[in-house]
């Protein structure tokens, strides 16, 4: 047994000569404990380290060959914490048994920084094993020296400071309430299993803090049947928070303002980005994403498989929905793509670039002053429409542009459809193809001051329509329409239609005409322009 003291004191001096030296145990606080010259040659066999709280026992032998300084700072057994600087120290990059004293935690984990970095990961069991906790000592074996600490197993319950991750939680109802600010869960990849039993959340943030992150969450309810209510993640006026790169695979019922995978609810400035999302909820008002009553949040980049609606934004009696961007997302809906709806107070919001393919609508808005940009759209059996605008509470004002729509294989299809609400509503640069009996292209009810720009509309199919207009007031500038039944159907007295610079084209043939009005009812069918 050697016990040094003193910072430029060694338990071990080896100098010159070779020889073996065996079951030698090292008291330290904290000084030196090995130095040898460059002609040593000796080998070290049962070897322990001993600091007030930790142990480290080497029992294969270490040959010391040459010249080393073992000092603290290259080797250094602390509290919960061990560490060797193994390229430097190589004769000591081996097995050992290391025992931690003043450990409290209730079921410890070993945890390895591989790269020397301050990040900690469940040390895998092909390098630490055998790990006992004996009242508060902690002790494991490892094959191979780098940096090691204890950490508790986590599970579920509340969280008021920044946390990562080391296992896999489960939980009969909630999982995790975060309660105060400036929290980031880090789930490290590692499974939340939620809801098992009763109703509950995934992850929950039920007041006004700011300054959350979840990421890099797998949280999953894969129940057979659903749990009522029981999101993936919920906040409640949540703001300033970020939601990324989790992967969310649920199943939950409830009522179309609290129903979803990711849940916002009077939220503003979250940034909901790169989340895979598979909710098989029933119900065509399930969601993937719920925005209800929130502002100036943003859903960007995920990737979304909804039973129901893929983003769901609707007003509540607390607030309106205004000035959300829906940008960059795949979405495939067996309900509606992006539903925007239920009465007033849903204004300026964006969806733009999203790629969706949708049962019910692509995009079905009930806002005023929305703008639709750059999306694509494909559906099979909505009647509603690739992109649908009925605004509420007052004049649309929205903007619909470079959109491709795809409507292929049912009937009734509906490329563009604007409600009797939708007046003041501008069409640029959008492509529109239905293949379809009974079909139309663009359809606009008895919406005012339409205005289309730049339009091509290709039509398939037995008794369809390129434009229909019911009782409304429109123009079209710049349109080309391809189709073998009706070009153009005006279906009331009142419907008013000004057309500049459109092209009918035919397999054959291409007409264009510089001017015309439409006043009244009309059907320019491709029988009567061929």
């Not at 040659?41 to 080393?68: D, E, H, M, Q, W």
């Not at 290391?98 to 990040?119: K, L």
């Not at 859903?299 to 009696?317: E, F, M, Q, R």
Request: glycine share 10%.
């Amino acid at each position: 047994v050697v016990s040094t003291r003193g910072a430029t004191s060694y338990g071990l001096s080896l100098v010159a000569g070779s020889g073996q030296i065996n079951n030698t145990i090292f008291n330290n606080n904290e000084s030196g404990w090995i130095t040898s010259d460059s002609s040593t040659n000796y080998t070290l066999s049962n070897t322990t380290f001993v600091t007030p709280n930790a142990t480290v026992i080497f029992r294969p032998k270490l040959n010391v060959s040459g010249a080393f300084t073992v000092t603290r700072a290259k080797f250094n057994p602390g509290f919960n914490r061990v560490f060797l600087n193994s390229s430097n120290l190589t004769f000591m990059n081996t097995s050992a048994q290391i025992t931690f004293r003043g450990i409290t935690v209730a079921t410890p984990r070993v945890t390895v920084d591989f790269e020397d970095d301050g990040t900690f990961v469940t040390c895998p069991s092909n390098v630490c094993s055998s790990i006992s906790l004996v009242g508060t000592n902690a002790t494991f074996n490892v094959t191979h020296f780098t940096n090691y600490t204890i950490q508790d197993t986590t599970a579920c319950g509340q969280i008021s400071t920044s946390t990562t991750l080391l296992n896999d939680v489960n939980s009969s109802g909630t999982c995790f309430n975060i309660t105060a600010g400036s929290v980031t869960l880090d789930c490290a990849g590692y499974t939340i299993n939620y809801s098992q039993s009763t109703s509950g959340v995934g992850v929950a943030v039920d007041a006004a803090f700011s300054g959350i992150t979840i990421k890099n969450c797998t949280i999953v309810n894969t129940l057979s049947s659903p749990k009522t209510e029981s999101p993936a993640i919920r906040f409640l006026g949540a703001f300033s928070s970020t939601i990324q790169n989790n992967t969310i695979r649920i199943n939950t019922t409830g009522d179309i303002y609290t129903l979803g995978g990711i849940v916002l609810h009077g939220s503003t400035g979250v940034t909901v980005t790169r989340n895979v999302i598979d909710t098989y909820t029933p119900g065509p008002s399930s969601s993937a994403i719920l925005l209800n009553g929130t502002s100036s949040n943003t859903v960007t980049y995920n990737s979304i498989l909804a039973s129901g609606v893929g983003v769901h934004l609707v007003w509540s009696v607390d607030s309106g929905t205004t000035s959300n961007v829906v940008s960059h997302n795949n979405i495939v809906a067996h309900g509606t793509g992006i539903g925007i709806w239920n009465d007033l107070d849903l204004v300026g919001d964006t969806y733009q670039n999203n790629t969706i393919v949708a049962d019910v609508a692509g995009i079905s808005s009930y806002g005023q002053q929305v703008t639709i940009d750059g999306n694509r759209i494909a559906s099979s059996t909505s009647s509603t429409g690739g992109i649908y605008l009925n605004p509420q509470g007052g004049a649309s004002g929205s903007t619909v542009t470079n959109n491709y729509i795809n409507m292929s294989g049912g009937s009734s299809l509906v490329g563009i459809n604007l409600a009797s609400t939708a007046s003041n509503t501008y069409l640029g640069q959008n492509t529109v193809l239905v293949n379809s009996t009974g079909g139309s292209g663009v359809y606009v009810d008895t919406a005012e001051n339409v205005s289309s720009v730049d339009t091509n509309i290709t039509m398939f199919g037995a008794d369809t329509f390129a434009i229909q207009l019911s009782s409304a007031k429109a123009r079209f500038n710049n349109t080309l329409i391809s189709t073998n039944s009706t070009w153009i159907r005006t279906s009331f007295s009142t419907s008013r239609a000004n057309f500049s610079n459109t092209t009918f084209i035919r397999p054959n043939a291409t007409a264009r005409f510089a001017s015309f009005n439409i006043s009244g009812t009309a059907s320019v069918s491709a029988s009567r322009l061929a």
